[in-house]
């Protein structure tokens, strides 16, 4: 007889290699013709609603691995939820308005934008930016996300701009839309103004020089010959200064140096001299700040006079204390010089070029004219000193190019009239990581009003229409009108027809006697897009809910999103629009740089996928700690590849132990298993409450390291390795072996649906080889319950123990394999010296060899009376030694009984039995 044969050994057509690449797409087109999104929320409908609202990524180019991360994070959540107890419809969204999209078509030279419509050209670019949704929708699909992929939201669609215009409107309504004249950050190169959220800082070398202004009026506080010294990185807004800003309650002095006398702050006259400044000086006066005030001084190269004013903002950081100031041209100098009666002179245009309002420099680009202005400075005697300094400076975050301030009329969204609700509602968020309370916090308390116009073609345009008179109308009924145009027209209804044809029929306004009225060309920042969202989606379609449940983006967003979501939330139904707030670090190179084709450090999603497959890149985004920035490289990729191989193994030996388990008809119930068995039950059903609230706090990383702990420690180096031993050699009904199976078969289908929300293509793909599944796919099940196994205390305590002793044990055998040339573990037998206590425990135990896989297991005696070639491990002694007999060549143990039996002379006691009562009787 071929003993081979009579050995039941795993058998299972679950593919050793996950081959993912090419059986990923596979299961996902299955997944396509079976609906399994509808069949989802079909199965959890009239469950307690949880909605993850979409931040939409921009639609244009490839995803990168910013994308892959911020996406299958989502996926990890919804599908969690879905499993969970809840209904969890996840709408995915697409931001599709805005300069980049513009630039792709002129620059790529897909259209020439001189001759076409303003309408004709943004066709263009809804055409353009679809093409890129599509693009980026199969790719998303490809990383395994599940969604409503063909009902997205999308900004550029009738109904999303419909309500956006009402989000607008509601606001205008309650006084918080308003135009001004006043500085905002303004990019030359995009000819437009931005938000905060759309400035980067990059380093930039500018000159930094100290100026001086004679004074004219010295209002009998000085004496007319001193000169106030102001210091800037900008000589190019010199031609703007009206005033001079001192503080109030600061000392300021007038000192006599290189036959100069000069006013500073006394605090930063060391300053002034490590700078080279000055060098020797004596204090002639000393005054305060508030002592100054009123007094005038001579403009540097302009016949004109600046206003000595005074201003909380003046700090001892830089500088001289004299704060040169321009009100076309900043933010603090704007408000000291609305407060102080001066004109908010701005003379750069939309292109950065000077006006003829800069004589002398008319027509010269803004930062190229800093050397001519410092120049003439120092011809004619103002220009106390120049250096040059590389400091900290905006930028323009889609072009790269820096920005200035620059005054011009703009809509803004007042923060000022929200920003005691929009703190308050930050308080009641639960955010994740908690310093995300903090940051959004002091980000609403400093920011200033938001500036939402802009003067470009492609986005929502600004829904005012003026009279003839030049005020604007904004009313309930042209919001609405305009609302409904949008919502059955699209945008481009705005820029197709005539202001006239864009009122209500028989429209009239005081403002407009004739009937005239023209329409604002501006659109809006497409920061309102998104925040608008909130309405768009959220209140507008059936599938959601407001507030959200989570918003989970970028950190950047802090300064994006999650900002103009609550901006716009709070001032139209004043509330959040989200309950939690999740954030997440950006995607670096392996060695924590970030990643720049210039480099060759970019890993590209789509290669991964191509090379290895989307799990192994869900397995990634589970392994880090994402809520700080996180590394991925081909070699990090592979390591975890490599914990997948492991994972994958571990569930093909439980299913190739299952080929001959009928749960129906073999599943034993806990209390008919054996000791072990039920430990393991117990095992996992630990797991299932550790996973579980991994999942609960967003803390994936706790869910990859259980399972994969589970999978390698448990499972692979102590279950299944005892358990090889019941489970091939015994017979097939044996009691012991399929208490063995029911308990595989409930470790199994408890990790698949554990993985299931991570491994989403594995798990599914090892649901179809399962035994007695009922459901035709594993995300059509719920999450494994938490179950109480009270009574059940001492039998945990005993095997905890037992498993500290086998860890001693299995040490020595190690020892034995490199010292004694012991290499088998079956080959050998152990004397074992313990305490009484586990001298007791381990005698209760009636087959102690099979516990540690060898062929013998001796109990000897107590510590103290360990034999000399016995090595004292943490809890107990161990001698290793060959076992005596020989080996049986069915089950390899090797035994003293052999033949007892001279039909299978060469079988052990328990093979022979085996063999005779179920083979050969069979």
């Not at 970019?602 to 392994?623: C, E, F, T, Y």
């Not at 599944?773 to 009574?791: A, F, I, N």
Request: with cysteine.
């Amino acid at each position: 007889m071929n003993y081979k044969d009579t050995l039941l050994m795993p058998n299972t057509d679950f593919p050793m290699k996950g081959n993912l690449p090419n059986r990923e797409p596979a299961m996902q087109e299955q997944w396509e013709t079976m609906n399994i999104y509808e069949k989802v929320q079909k199965r959890t409908k009239g469950r307690p609603m949880f909605v993850l609202h979409d931040g939409p990524p921009y639609a244009n180019g490839d995803i990168h691995m910013g994308h892959a991360l911020n996406k299958i994070l989502k996926d990890f959540i919804v599908r969690y939820k879905s499993m969970a107890g809840f209904h969890a419809p996840y709408v995915p969204g697409w931001d599709t308005h805005g300069l980049p999209i513009e630039t792709a078509l002129t620059k790529k030279g897909k259209v020439d934008r001189k001759k076409l419509s303003i309408a004709e050209f943004r066709q263009k670019c809804e055409e353009y930016a679809l093409e890129q949704l599509d693009n980026q929708r199969e790719q998303f699909k490809r990383l395994g996300v599940r969604g409503d992929w063909d009902n997205p939201y999308v900004t550029l669609n009738p109904e999303y701009e419909a309500q956006q215009i009402k989000v607008f409107g509601e606001m205008a309504k309650r006084g918080y839309i308003y135009k001004g004249k006043k500085p905002v950050y303004w990019s030359p190169s995009s000819e437009s103004a931005l938000a905060e959220a759309e400035i980067e800082y990059h380093d930039k070398r500018s000159p930094s020089i100290y100026v001086t202004f004679d004074v004219t009026e010295n209002n009998g506080v000085l004496d007319g010959d001193e000169k106030y010294v102001i210091w800037t990185t900008t000589p190019w807004t010199i031609p703007a200064n009206l005033a001079i800003a001192l503080h109030p309650e600061l000392t300021y002095v007038t000192v006599r140096s290189g036959g100069k006398k000069l006013i500073v702050a006394e605090g930063m006259l060391e300053h002034m001299q490590n700078e080279e400044v000055i060098s020797d000086y004596e204090v002639l006066a000393t005054y305060k700040g508030a002592d100054l005030a009123a007094t005038k001084a001579k403009h540097p190269f302009y016949d004109r006079e600046s206003l000595v004013v005074l201003g909380e903002h003046v700090t001892l950081d830089a500088g001289t204390g004299c704060v040169h100031t321009a009100p076309g041209h900043g933010e603090d100098d704007y408000v000291i010089g609305l407060e102080n009666g001066l004109d908010v002179l701005c003379p750069v245009d939309d292109r950065g070029h000077f006006t003829d309002e800069a004589p002398m420099f008319e027509g010269q680009f803004y930062d190229s004219a800093n050397k001519p202005i410092t120049e003439l400075m120092n011809e004619n005697g103002t220009l106390l000193k120049l250096n040059w300094v590389t400091h900290s400076y905006p930028h323009d975050w889609r072009t790269k190019k820096p920005v200035i301030f620059r005054a011009t009329a703009q809509w803004f969204a007042s923060i000022d009239e929200i920003r005691d609700n929009l703190l308050s509602e930050i308080e009641n968020v639960t955010w994740l990581p908690k310093w995300g309370e903090t940051r959004l916090y002091n980000m609403v308390r400093d920011r200033g009003d938001w500036c939402i116009s802009r003067q470009r073609a492609w986005g929502v345009p600004i829904p005012i229409f003026y009279g003839e008179d030049g005020e604007a109308i904004i009313s309930d009924e042209t919001i609405n009108h305009v609302s409904e145009l949008f919502r059955a027209y699209g945008s481009n209804v705005w820029f197709e027809r005539d202001a006239k044809d864009l009122l209500p029929e028989g429209f009239t306004s005081p403002q407009s006697p004739n009937g005239t009225f023209t329409k604002e060309t501006d659109i809006m920042d497409v920061w309102f897009d998104s925040g608008s969202s909130h309405q768009a989606v959220l209140e507008e379609r059936d599938d959601q809910q407001r507030p959200a449940d989570v918003y989970l983006e970028g950190s950047d967003q802090y300064r994006g999103w999650f900002n103009s979501s609550l901006s716009t939330s709070v001032a139209v139904t004043g509330k959040a629009p989200y309950k939690a707030v999740i954030s997440h670090g950006f995607t670096l190179d392996g060695e924590g740089k970030k990643m720049s084709k210039s480099l060759g450090n970019v890993i590209v999603p789509n290669n991964v996928m191509k090379n290895l497959g989307a799990d192994i890149m869900r397995l990634w985004v589970s392994s880090v700690d994402y809520q700080a920035d996180v590394r991925v490289s081909d070699a990090i990729l592979k390591q975890v590849a490599e914990v997948y191989r492991k994972i994958r193994n571990t569930l093909r030996f439980l299913l190739g132990n299952l080929n001959d388990f009928n749960p129906a008809d073999h599943e034993l119930a806990f209390d008919e298993r054996r000791e072990l068995d039920q430990y393991m039950s117990i095992q996992a059903n630990e797991l299932v409450k550790s996973v579980r609230k991994g999942y609960d706090d967003y803390q994936f990383a706790q869910v990859y390291n259980k399972i994969h702990n589970f999978c390698t420690i448990e499972l692979s180096s102590f279950y299944m390795d005892v358990a090889k031993d019941t489970l091939y050699v015994k017979q097939a009904d044996h009691p012991a072996r399929r208490s063995v199976q029911s308990t595989m078969y409930e470790i199994l289908q408890t990790l698949v649906k554990l993985i299931s929300p991570i491994l989403s293509h594995t798990a599914d793909e090892v649901w179809q080889h399962i035994p007695g599944r009922s459901t035709e796919s594993v995300q059509l099940t719920d999450m494994p319950e938490v179950k109480s196994y009270s009574g059940k205390e001492d039998l945990v305590q005993k095997w905890d123990r037992l498993l500290v002793l086998r860890d001693d044990v299995m040490k020595g055998l190690e020892y034995a394999r490199n010292e004694k040339g012991i290499k088998q573990n079956l080959s050998a037998s152990v004397n074992l010296y313990a305490s009484e206590q586990d001298l007791t425990l381990l005698k209760s135990f009636n087959e102690l060899h099979k516990l540690f896989i060898t062929s013998g297991a001796h109990l000897k005696g107590t510590l103290a009376e360990a034999a000399e070639d016995a090595v004292m491990y943490d809890e107990i002694a161990v001698a290793v030694n060959l076992a005596e007999g020989e080996k049986c060549p069915r089950c390899w143990h090797v035994s003293e009984n052999t033949g007892t039996d001279s039909r299978h002379p060469e079988l052990c006691p328990d093979c022979t039995e085996t063999v005779i009562n179920y083979y050969e009787n069979a």
